[in-house]
């Protein structure tokens, strides 16, 4: 079924929209390369956090819980910046 | 109160009463007074308004805009090259529907350089979406800067006043000022739906808008200057009864009986008012219409007035550069294309770059209408008046 999009009167006033209205965006579809977290290797540096452009390194309590596929668009600066000693994160192809 | 003011001097004295929230500004002349006077009272402790003083007339009205989305009442003033740097964000300002205020001070534009009065540079504006209203004298430059506020957050649009160069800007006149503490209590509070500082309520101000959307944003845009003239009408009423002085949309002098008229507008309807009286004295049905409220177009109230006369002689002190002849005369032939009693019209483009015109330059102007009235044909529609080597 075609989308049915407001017409210009029941438009809000004045161009002001939400705002964060990225989370309704789920970018994660995006992605060719998946990005693999190695509970085992991650020594929680937090360096991935700081660098994701995308926020979609999970932390809870200041540890690594994973990634948010939801949102990672695949970009592979974690696994780029996680320290050469650590490797904790690869890419791998994504499958259909 | 009665004071002695220039046109710059009263635009500062009441932006002053106002007391804006946020001036920022770049100076330029003729319309540097306006924001140096207010610069002064900031100085002072008169005002209570935050003034940034910017790098240039683009940074002053984005300063502008980024305050006005917060809320805030915001004002600035300019003038020519001024108004034309500001020119990518007053379209930007009217699509956010930010009532932003600008005392515009006309002045040609370059080039060939020069300070003088024309109207090019309000005019270059022109599709800018701003309400725009030119005026005749110092004493309604005071008034109009006051209404303009109360307009522009009526409407949710930004407003320009005007006055011209020098003529008006420089010129000083006797005028009536409304009491300080009756100019809050007239505006009131500006009410806003979005504040950009309100992060409680986050929202994101000026975002990407393509195929999908742009179309619709527009379009309510244009209805809003749709609702502007019953405002403008609205607040000027408002405004007759605190100060006693009335504004119309069209200022018509001695329209009723006229056979000729001439339509014009800033401070040429002053010198046109007294060209009428002599005129008048001489037995000739002459009359003067004076474009004040310039955008959006006053169209009934303007048919309404023009049709009254059998030649108008339209006066502009601006021209469209598209072998049209001038602005004003391209929106009066425009509007009379639909109506039953068109009279003759004749373009007479005028004063540019400050080029006087004087009460016999617009008796002669009358004269030529009365001859067109009596062979009933306009020899040529568009002419140069006052250039030489015509």
Redesign the interface.
Known sequence: MKEQ?????E?P?????????CLEFPTGDWRSERPIWDPEKCTHCMICWVYCPDSAIIVKDGKVQGIDYKYCKGCGICAEECPPKVKAITMVREEK | MIVARTGNEAMAEAMRQINPDVVAAYPITPATEVVQLFSKFVHDGQVDTQFVPAESEHSAISACVGASSTGARVMTSTASQGIALMHEILFIASGLRLPIVICLVNRALSSPINIHCDHSDSLASRDSGWIQIFTENTQEAYDTTIIAVKVAEAASLPAMVTTDGFIISHGMERVELVDDEAVPKFLGERKIQHSLLDVDNPKTFGALDLQDYFFEHKRSEIDAMDHVLPIIEKVQDEYGKLSGRHYPLVDEYRMDDAEVAILCMGSTGGTGKVAVERLREQGKKVGLVRCRVYRPFPKEAMVAALAKAKVVGVLDRSDTMSTLGGHLYNDARSILYDSDMRPHLKNYVYGLGGRDISIEDIESIYKELFAIQKTGKVDKDIVYFGVRGE
């Open positions: 999009k407001k017409g210009w009167k438009l006033f004045g161009l002001a929209l939400d705002a964060a209205t």
